[in-house]
């Protein structure tokens, strides 16, 4: 099973955990779907697009979990992301670890290999 990552604030999460489901951030619903990312590209995508932010998690799911909902899109760089069509069911996240501002104020989201 291959794992991915979505990084958001502890608020969003609680607020998902409360309705059993998370259907995305203000920048998710612009897009149209729930943006996460590879253990390899998670750091990069806290540090392009949550630089500052303090009050973050990282949520741990298992991608083989989320059936063709989730799909597979060039992004930066030509890279595949894991975009997800529909709302997360919260039984379906695996871990959540909290996500702390570094020195440079990049958020560290940890050892995700």
């Known amino acids: 099973m291959s ?4 990084i958001l604030a502890r608020a969003e999460w609680e607020q998902a955990r409360a309705l059993g489901r998370f259907e995305g951030s203000a920048v998710d619903a612009r897009d149209g779907y729930i943006h996460f ?11 392009r697009h949550f630089h500052g932010q303090d009050g973050l998690v990282v949520l741990e799911v298992e991608a083989d979990r989320l059936g063709e909902d ?44």
Do not use: N
């Not at 794992?3 to 979505?6: F, G, L, S, T």
């Not at 060039?74 to 909290?98: N, W």
């Open 70 to 113: 989730l799909r597979w899109e060039p992004s930066r760089g030509g890279d595949l992301f894991p975009h997800l069509y529909g709302a997360l069911d919260v039984a379906k996240v695996s871990a959540v670890t909290d996500a702390p501002l570094g020195p440079d104020g990049v958020p560290l989201v940890g050892d995700l290999a």
């Open 3 to 6: 794992r991915i990552y979505k």
């Open 37 to 47: 990312s590879t253990a390899a590209q998670a750091q990069e995508t806290a540090r």
